[in-house]
């Protein structure tokens, strides 16, 4: 009986219009929802100030779409698509970090991907998803160390913040991409993707 790991339900490599025109959708969707919280990293990060790396847990938010993009689609470099997209959508809504936040977009959809190329494509199920989430944690934190926080101390700020941001790409990313996938299939709207015709072969 094929599941979510299973060799039998391996994506195809060739984009159809509907992989694409689903990625944007989602990209235009997270990018509205990447400009909102930036404002709530904003005002949550004076609230974590006591340990500063902390703020680290508020990431995974921002990697959901390099997580929920290939589950969905099941394409290689759907995450890496539509991450970047929705990152360039913030920017053009308003970003406080300007341009660079595209190329953040870049590193968390490539960090994702590294997960599913891991399984060659024919693992989607939640420890993969999990380590999607983590890996797009560390790529997108390993860009922030090199980038705005090159001069903080390695063991007391680096490392716990890319620890932390792990954490949430794990649980925020990638729990919770599987928690969406799982709440849509009811509906019928994933039934034209691998993961509806997965539903239906269970």
């Given amino acids: 009986m094929p599941t979510a790991d299973s060799p039998a339900l391996a994506s195809s490599a060739r984009w159809r219009t509907l ?8 990209a235009v969707a997270f990018g509205v929802v990447f400009w909102a919280w930036n404002f709530a990293w904003a ?11 902390l703020k680290g ?10 997580v929920l ?26 970003s406080p970090w300007g341009v660079l936040i ?23 199920g939640t420890p993969t998803a999990m380590a999607a989430g983590a890996l797009a944690g560390l790529a997108a934190t390993l860009y ?3 980038v705005y926080y090159a001069n903080y101390e390695l063991w007391t700020y680096q490392v716990p913040y890319i620890a932390f941001a792990m954490l949430s790409g794990a649980l ?14 009811p509906t019928g709207v994933l039934d034209r993707f691998p993961a509806g015709r997965e539903r239906a072969r269970i």
């Fill in 144 to 146: 922030d160390v090199v």
């Fill in 19 to 26: 992989d694409i025109v689903t990625c944007a959708v989602l």
């Fill in 102 to 124: 595209a190329y953040q977009g870049i590193f968390q959809g490539a960090g994702g991907e590294l997960a599913f190329a891991a399984g060659r494509y024919r693992r989607f």
């Fill in 172 to 185: 925020v990313a990638g729990l919770g991409s599987k928690a969406l996938v799982k709440a849509m299939l």
């Fill in 57 to 66: 847990v508020l990431y995974g938010v921002w990697l959901i779409p390099a």
């Fill in 69 to 94: 993009a290939p589950l969905i689609v099941r394409r290689v470099g759907a995450g890496l698509l539509t991450e970047f997209l929705a990152s360039t959508i913030s920017l053009y809504l308003g």
């Fill in 43 to 53: 005002g949550l990060e004076p609230a974590l100030a006591f340990l500063l790396p």
